[in-house]
């Protein structure tokens, strides 16, 4: 599906696709790694998150400089791809978040995959909505908006898996010891 929302955000020109695209992409290494570590011991899975936590974060940064750069240019983009393209990944990544949603409370590990999933079909309904936002101003800023607001779900949740992946290695250290 990141795939798509490449080609799709490039061809529309939105900032949002694009920034839910490279998410798409950072949520399925992410998928994978927690997969590898889900039988390991809490400090392994805790330092998985750890790294999950700081992509999240770069993942973040990235897209508010990328809309920085896009207000500069001031073009605004495409709504029609942009808007169907969000609602075919809608339908992927809220299919996702029901799946795992049970996982939501679970160790940092598995909570890190829950916030990506939730944070995907929230990325993916903004997108609609600022297509939509878009197609009614012919302007940039609806897109702009939601990219901005989809760089600070990214940078809040991995402040938050950051930090409960440092509580967990410090309790797996201290309890090896």
Do not use: H
């Not at 998150?49 to 605004?76: D, P, R």
């Not at 995959?113 to 309904?125: F, P, T």
């Amino acid at each position: 599906m990141f795939a798509v929302e490449i080609v799709g955000g490039l061809k529309s020109g939105s900032v949002s696709l694009l920034a839910d695209a490279v998410d798409f992409a950072g949520d399925a290494a992410n998928y994978a790694l927690s997969l590898t570590v889900l039988s390991m011991g809490l400090l392994w899975r805790a330092r998985a998150a750890w790294i999950k936590g700081a992509t999240m974060g770069a993942y973040g940064a990235f897209v508010l400089g990328k809309a920085a750069w896009a207000a500069a240019a001031g073009s605004a983009p495409e709504p029609i791809t942009m808007g169907a393209i969000a609602v075919i990944a809608l339908a992927v990544n809220a299919g996702v978040a029901v799946m795992l949603f049970g996982f939501r409370e679970g160790d940092a590990n598995l909570r890190s995959v829950w916030l990506c999933s939730r944070n995907d079909a929230i990325g993916n309904l903004a997108v609609g909505i600022a297509a939509l936002g878009v197609f009614g101003t012919g302007t940039a800023w609806p897109d702009l908006a939601v990219a901005s607001v989809m760089a600070t779900l990214a940078l809040t949740a991995s402040v938050s898996v950051l930090r409960q992946a440092r509580g967990e290695i410090e309790l797996a250290t201290s309890t090896a010891r």
